[in-house]
């Protein structure tokens, strides 16, 4: 027995030390986009409490990687009697998942440029919003518009808080039914809402056999998959239908999260993608680069003008055009009225105070959101998020302007 | 000390002035110390059902006890209710305390009773370190092989056996309660057998050696002299297994499919109450619906206390009735 005793103490070490060197050297490499299949909702599900209990910001932005914390003490002290411009200042961020992998890449690049981090948290939207009205973070980030009360909430707190559009993504519809390729079911929202109220609970059913023409439809049950954990995600898609069906707003709604009549819910985009992947007979929404990563075969949606498209870039970018954006950009563009628009997607906002309370940061920030809008935007289509269109940079350059500091705009473009 | 004859080798030798000054300085500090410590784990767990319940308050105001008897969640709405996760909570915990007791309690007499030391060893050395592997990554072997591989059998079962509510319904894929169930089984196996194999192997070689000298077969022995008097501990361990089964979060939310709906099947999927809180914790907006996660967690709290309530009073029990006997 001592033998094996000793067997186990020097092979659990190995292993402590193996979890230790692991984890060291993901931490310091930035975060790739989505490639992972399952570390998602691991690191979505475990960061919320520690980061809530040990935010003070002052302390994150001392912590991250030594060297970088020295250039802007020393650059503060010299300009501001030059220029008005002050150097640049680390800031914090916190927010959806959904944007993270574009965020990293763009604070990483935009950093090196600056000399200045730029810590983003990829907690969850909801997370996000609370940390930002708790004024812990500089800014937020949500791929949801913030409900009436959270908005009330935060305005006490720091004042209005202005929506900035980043970029948009799509959901894709995506399902598995053996020897029927990508883009050979075509689907209206009705139907879709249909499917995922239960009402609809076999593929050959007519109303789907209608539509499809010359596939033969298997008489198979269609098994519901839905995101389990609060998301963004699920956002766009309830939105979607809501809009295009009555029974779906008045039986279900539109938020984070619902009360799903449907059968089985995945943890985060890689768990919904992983179930259809291996669920015969499946039908789930996912992020588009899920889709296009697991090579999920996806439907066609018929959108607003009557035309059948399948989730693309450029579909989604023709969303937001013709049609008339609200000044402070809080808008769903599901079912878009372009003809060639993509039904379901949706922008991700960065959140920010419109009154910052910090000089350098607030300058810091503006002029961050002001690169990520017009030279940021080519660094999305690799990663499969679609740059804005004309129409919404405009508007963010005209929200960005509106930031300021003391009763002075904060950027000088 | 020092004049006591019998006393240890060890202190004889050191001198007499310093052994006896560590000795009164060190009592005090270390006896407040260790009231210290102790205080501070009773202070925790006081301060845990502290900050559960004012977290939980909006949802406690609201919903008041209907919250564990109402079956909806519907974050849209603001109405939560408890009830399929703790349905669910249970119905997996039983499944795997149902598979996991007898392969436990099986493999604990095997490694005592019937087996050389040469191979006992090993064999717990391997039961050990499956304990040690993290819960997300047997929820992944659940999710890449156990999945896939329960469907069929959750047909052929639905097939044969589809007049039992338990086994009736639709097969989604082979994620749900049963699944679920599994993976807890492998959780707490290693836990139930190591407590087990150690009760079994303290019972005294005298009352094997008595019930053998009788004339009793191994299996009499074993049945009649051996579990009797482990009895209590073997409970303990049980307990301590289902203690963890109510809390395991990660590999159950991977595999039980997530849906929140009150159902007899053990195919269809589910939800448990940390699997629910997981799942919706970074996402869930301030006011009711935050206070109703905060709520389960305290549900959640309160059944495991509960369980540890009935363990104690089984040990308590059964010891008396042990004694009463003798």
């Given amino acids: 027995m001592k033998k094996f005793k000793w067997l186990t103490l020097s092979l659990s070490v190995i292993l402590l030390l193996a979890f230790g060197l692991m984890s060291c050297t993901s931490s310091n490499t930035t975060t790739p986009p989505p490639q992972t299949t399952t570390a998602p909702p691991t690191q979505t599900t475990t960061t919320p409490p520690t980061q809530t209990t040990t935010t003070p910001p002052t302390q994150t932005t001392t912590t991250p990687p030594t060297q970088t914390t020295t250039p802007p003490t020393q650059t503060t002290t010299t300009p501001p009697t030059v220029t008005p411009t002050l150097a640049p200042v680390n800031l914090n961020g916190a927010g959806g998942t959904f944007p993270a992998p574009l965020y990293t890449v763009w604070f990483s690049e935009y950093a090196k440029m600056i000399g200045a981090q730029i810590n983003y948290q990829a907690v969850g939207s909801g997370a996000g919003i609370n940390q930002i009205t708790a004024g812990t973070v500089d800014f937020g980030a949500s791929d949801a518009i913030m409900t009436a009360a959270q908005q009330s909430k935060a305005e006490a707190a720091g004042g209005p808080i202005l929506h900035i559009p980043m970029t948009s993504g799509a959901v894709a519809i995506v399902y598995n039914l053996p020897g029927i390729a990508s883009e050979q079911i075509k689907l209206t929202g009705d139907i879709l809402a249909k499917i995922y109220l239960k009402t609809i609970k076999f593929w050959n059913d007519p109303l789907i056999a209608a539509l499809n023409p010359g596939v033969t439809l298997p008489n198979s049950a ?176 005209n929200e960005i302007r509106s930031i300021t500091y003391q009763g002075q705009p904060l950027l000088n473009k | 000390m020092n004049y006591d004859k019998s006393g240890t080798s060890q202190k004889s030798r050191l001198p007499a002035q310093l052994s006896d000054r560590h000795w009164r300085l060190g009592d005090p500090i270390f006896s407040n110390l260790t009231l210290f410590f102790a205080l501070v784990m009773a202070s925790l767990l006081i301060g845990f059902i502290i900050t559960l319940s004012t977290n939980a308050w909006p949802a406690i105001k609201q919903f008041g006890i209907h919250f564990i008897f109402n079956s909806t969640w519907d974050p849209v709405r603001e109405l939560f209710g408890a009830l399929p996760a703790i349905y669910g909570t249970l119905l997996c915990s039983a499944i795997g305390l149902l598979i996991a007791v007898p392969i436990s309690f099986g493999a604990a007499i095997f490694l005592v009773e019937m087996t050389p030391s040469w191979i006992s060893g090993p064999a717990s050395f391997l039961i050990e370190m499956l304990a040690a592997i993290p819960s997300v990554i047997i929820g992944l072997w659940g999710l890449f092989v156990l999945v896939p591989h329960i469907k069929p059998v959750e047909t052929w079962l639905g097939h044969y056996f589809g007049f039992l509510p338990i086994f009736k319904g639709t097969v989604f894929g082979g994620l749900g309660f049963l699944s679920a169930g599994i993976i807890l089984t492998f959780m707490i196996v290693p836990i139930i057998t190591a407590v087990s194999r150690d009760a079994i192997r303290a019972v005294p070689d005298t009352q094997r050696e008595a019930m053998l000298a009788l004339g009793a077969t191994r299996w009499e022995t074993i049945l009649r002299a051996v579990i009797p008097y482990c009895r209590s501990s073997l409970v303990g361990g049980v307990i301590l297994g289902l203690g963890r089964a109510l809390g395991e979060t990660m590999a159950v939310t991977m595999v039980i499919g997530n849906s929140y709906k009150l159902t007899a099947s053990l195919f269809s999927p589910g939800t448990t109450i940390a699997s629910k809180i997981a799942s919706e914790f970074a996402e869930a907006a301030e006011g009711v619906p935050m206070g109703s996660l905060v709520e389960l967690a305290l549900v959640l709290f309160g059944i495991t206390l509960l369980v540890n309530v009935i363990a104690r009073l089984l040990v308590w029990r059964l010891t008396s009735v042990k004694a009463a006997k003798e």
Wanted: some cysteine.
């Fill in chain 1, 222 to 397: 269609i098994v519901v998959v839905h995101r389990s954990d609060g998301s963004g995600t699920t956002f766009i898609f309830t939105n979607y239908l809501s809009k295009v069906s009555q029974d779906w707003s008045t039986q279900v709604g539109n938020a984070t999260a619902v009360n799903w009549p449907g059968d089985i819910g995945g943890q985060g985009n890689a768990g919904v993608a992983g179930i259809v992947q291996k669920t015969v007979g499946a039908i789930g929404y996912v992020e588009l680069a899920y889709a296009e990563q697991n090579k999920l075969p996806w439907a066609l949606l018929k959108n607003a003008a009557g035309n059948y498209e399948a989730p693309s870039l450029a579909g989604t970018t023709k969303a937001s055009e013709g049609v008339t954006l609200p000044d402070d950009m809080k808008i769903m563009i599901t079912n878009s009225t372009n003809p060639d628009a993509y039904p379901i997607c949706g922008f991700t906002w960065i959140l920010a105070y419109q009154q910052q309370k910090d000089k350098a940061k607030g300058q810091t920030l503006v002029n961050m959101l002001w690169w990520a809008i017009h030279d940021g935007q080519q660094y999305g289509t690799t990663l499969d998020y679609a740059p804005l269109s004309a129409a919404a940079v405009t508007n963010a350059e």
